[in-house]
């Protein structure tokens, strides 16, 4: 029995295996080719701006630190003792021309002053001694001599003895008025009109010649130094500074909520070396006015300047340029186009730029916000046109 069993399977094998390569064979013949699908073809939903042109005026923007536009130390130009102080010659108090602010004890230049005079007394007596004595001379020259005044001997005339005593009046007149001086240099004034920016005199301190009391600080007018770059300067019109001043709004970071007007007047006439720009120099009048906004000196500003109206110009957003050199438009068929621009301005959030050589027709139709993979004839889908 086993012997006819093997038999058996060594006939079924072959028969087995052919039917089960057959069995494959129509499988494989029988089985569908794989679909071939098309995806969607996508196209970039865009939100547009409608550009028109127009006149702006850019703001241009500076900064600078004010300074005094005249300030003093005060010193003395003689000696002694002060020996009274006035109550308005303290640190941030107003004096105007003349006020006196120091008074150095005068009792010394007062017996100076006493003696110069005597001295000059003097001398006049001594003048008025010499020109008799030279006029009696005179006359016996002519009476006892017989001869011409002109023949006489300089020394006989007494006109040597006349001109020395000419000379020390003068000589003590010179010495009388630079007493009379010292005298009115114990009261130290105010040269102008100011505000006291610092005091280092105390009552009953004894001080020698040059010596400083303080200082003061005009308050007619204060000044700021505005750099502009070289961009800044072609959008504001310097030529007319030196006719008609240029006004400028000044704001400090320290005083926030105020403003002050300034007026450029004057130019450097040298440019700086390290980064190329102008130096404009910006004047605020009555700058510590009481009844005003107080500016102090030293203060950090912040400048808004009016430029130069600019014609024919188109203001855009600057999540709209690309590099800053061109922008997308939108063609009439739905296509993107890259439009160069000019920039000319730049302001808080956008630029100010030309379009000098339109590469659609009409009004360009500009994409807000540009993708990076934006292509030249890439097709897009308009979804919110608006004007700009």
Sequence with gaps: MKIARLILNILLAPVVLAGAIGLAVLLVKSKKPPQTVTPPKAVARVEVVTLTPGSITPEVKSFGNTTSYLETELSTQVSGEIIELSPQFDVGKFVSKGDWLVKINPADYNTILAEQKSAVSAARRTLAEEEAKSKQAREDWQSLMKRSISRAPDFTLRIPQLEAAKVALEAALASQAKAELDVQRTTISAPFDAIVGGRTA???????VGAVLGNLIARERAEVRLPLTPEQSSLVDLKRVKDQPIEVVLTAPARPGLEWKGLIKRIDPVIDTQNRTVQVIAEIENPF????????IGAFVNARIDGVVLEKVYQLPESSVV?????????PKGKIKRQPIRIIARQASSLIARIDEPVIPGAPRMIQRPLASFQEGQEVEIVTPSKL
């Design 202 to 208: 105390s009552l009953g301190e004894v001080v020698s």
């Design 323 to 331: 590099e800053d050199s061109y922008i997308w438009c939108v063609d």
């Design 289 to 296: 006015d009481p009844g005003g906004q107080v500016l102090p």
